[in-house]
């Protein structure tokens, strides 16, 4: 039986603030809850919508030469026998004989002898590290306890037919990508892009990971976020450092991340999947060390060509100017929503003391991604200023989610929009009434300023939107 997770206690902070303020929340939590699944609150799915917005933004509509698709989650098997999904995607596991934890061999290998310690090994090689090791199990103590390792693939099984005599069994995609390879002809066919281009989606994918934890960053569902960028062979290599610079670029000028925070890391020969040609992960330094955020993997002409070989389609792209047939190269950046939003909160996330000696917990959103982007309060629940603060959230609504909250002293309503994130809020009082001017107040520097009410959407459009 699977171990309930424990989490990790450097995301501590992180868990509670999410929780308390509505952004995650433990899955099925009235039934007991089901381990690491997880739902997200208003604000969590706020952030959420903003970050794909954002995605979708920068790698379709500003780019010329990418468009975009939704393929189901439920494909024909034999696309998953194609890729080599089938075959391939399993990861090492490891049983305590004792306490009948489950185990990934290769991350235990490293959490034992450091980072990279497992690179390479083949299951034998493996076993004799783990053996030789004497290694505790992390769960119950006992060392020298350990079944052999064994592939374990990830995929999820189900069944696809309403009798037992039609139905067939499929998978839940492990990875959006290969929707994006089955529909290359398609697009090609039905669209008027030419090679260089790319595919874009956005989409759950599912893993039946043998140790789900960390949180959100390494869950059994999860959405991501995916772009295949078809290329004539031999340029895979500029479109390659092209994309891992403009993602780069995305996290620290569209996002906000801080660059401390981000490295790049490039696969050793002997750590690159069976497809890839170069990869180079973009790191996150989360609470509990530095974690791939971002997967930028060089993939030959491999998915397409075994899709030709595996559909009896051709997958071929005719250039009709070069008067060339060719099967693309393709270059992937695929990025995992979830520990983007992981990243972004602990980016985000402050702890200040004030003058008055007390302390303010403070999630320092980039106003872009900001779940609420302005707090709207009416100093007093009477003499007509809620009524002016209601016209005003009105006629900002267009900006974004906003946040009408007219309850409690004032102080508190500010910290409450600072835990949850909102740049900017404002406060109506019985000034506004005589002199048709509002406070604005800034989330990080505290700082407060008169505003007309009139000049209000002009103010915030420029730092906003
Ligand atoms: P890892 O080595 O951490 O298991 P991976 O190399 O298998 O990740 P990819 O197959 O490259 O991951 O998937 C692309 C992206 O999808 C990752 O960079 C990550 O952001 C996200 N991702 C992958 N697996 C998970 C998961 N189990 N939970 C959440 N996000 C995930």
């Not at 952030?47 to 010329?64: I, P």
């Not at 439920?74 to 890729?83: C, D, F, G, R, T």
């Not at 934890?213 to 995916?226: A, G, L, N, P």
Request: hydrophobic share 35%; glycine share 8%.
């Amino acid at each position: 039986m699977e171990k309930k997770e424990t989490l990790d206690s450097s995301l501590k902070d992180i868990v509670s603030v999410c929780k308390r303020r509505g952004f995650v929340y433990p899955g099925s939590e009235i039934y007991g809850g089901l381990s690491n699944t997880f739902d997200y609150g208003p604000y969590g799915a706020e952030l959420l919508h903003n970050l794909k917005r954002l995605w979708w933004k920068h790698f379709v509509h500003l780019r010329e030469d990418v468009v975009g698709l939704d393929s189901s989650i439920l494909l024909n098997p034999k696309v998953w026998e194609a890729s080599g999904h089938v075959s391939n995607f399993n990861d090492p596991l490891i049983d305590c004989k004792n306490c009948k934890t489950r185990i990934r061999a290769d991350k235990f290998l490293e959490d034992q002898k450091g980072e990279g310690a497992a690179t390479g090994l083949t299951l034998e090689k493996m076993n004799e590290v783990i053996k030789a090791g004497n290694f505790a199990c992390p769960n119950c103590g006992n060392r020298g306890t350990f079944t052999e390792a064994r592939d374990f693939n990830l995929m999820f099984k189900t069944s696809h037919g309403a009798s037992a005599e039609d139905s067939q069994d499929i998978y839940l995609r492990p990875e959006t990508a290969q929707g994006i390879f089955i529909n290359f002809k398609n697009v090609i066919s039905t669209t008027r892009n030419k090679i260089p281009f790319g595919i874009a989606q956005i989409g759950k994918s599912f893993r039946n990971e043998i140790m789900a934890r960390q949180f959100v960053f390494r869950t059994r569902e999860f959405e991501q976020m995916e772009m295949e960028f078809f290329c004539e062979p031999g340029t895979q290599k500029e479109w390659f450092t092209h994309w891992v610079n403009y993602c780069l670029t995305f996290l620290t000028d569209h996002v906000g991340l801080k660059k401390e925070n981000l490295k790049i890391r490039e696969h050793e020969k002997e750590e690159l999947s069976f497809y890839s040609e170069a990869t180079s992960d973009i790191e996150y330094k989360y609470g509990f060390g530095w974690g791939e955020l971002w997967g930028i993997a060089s993939r030959t002409d491999y998915d397409l060509s075994q899709h030709e070989k595996f559909s009896g389609e051709d997958l071929k792209y005719q250039d009709q100017a070069a008067n060339k047939k060719y099967v693309p190269y393709v270059v992937e950046p695929a990025l995992g929503l979830n520990r983007l939003f992981l990243a972004v909160v602990s980016d985000a996330y402050a702890e200040e003391k004030l003058p008055d000696g007390e302390t303010r917990t403070v999630l320092r959103f980039a106003p872009q991604v900001a779940p609420v982007k302005i707090g709207i309060f009416p100093l007093m629940k009477k003499d007509g200023l809620p009524e002016l603060a209601k016209s005003i959230y009105t006629n900002l609504s267009s900006l974004g989610n906003l946040e009408y909250d007219e309850g409690g002293a004032i102080g508190k309503r500010y910290r409450r929009q600072d835990e949850i994130g909102t740049p900017y809020c404002i406060t109506v009082d019985y000034d506004s009434l005589k002199d048709n001017s509002v406070t604005v107040r800034e989330r990080d520097s505290m700082s407060q300023e008169r505003i007309s009410i009139d000049s209000l959407k002009s103010y915030f459009a420029d730092k906003i939107l």
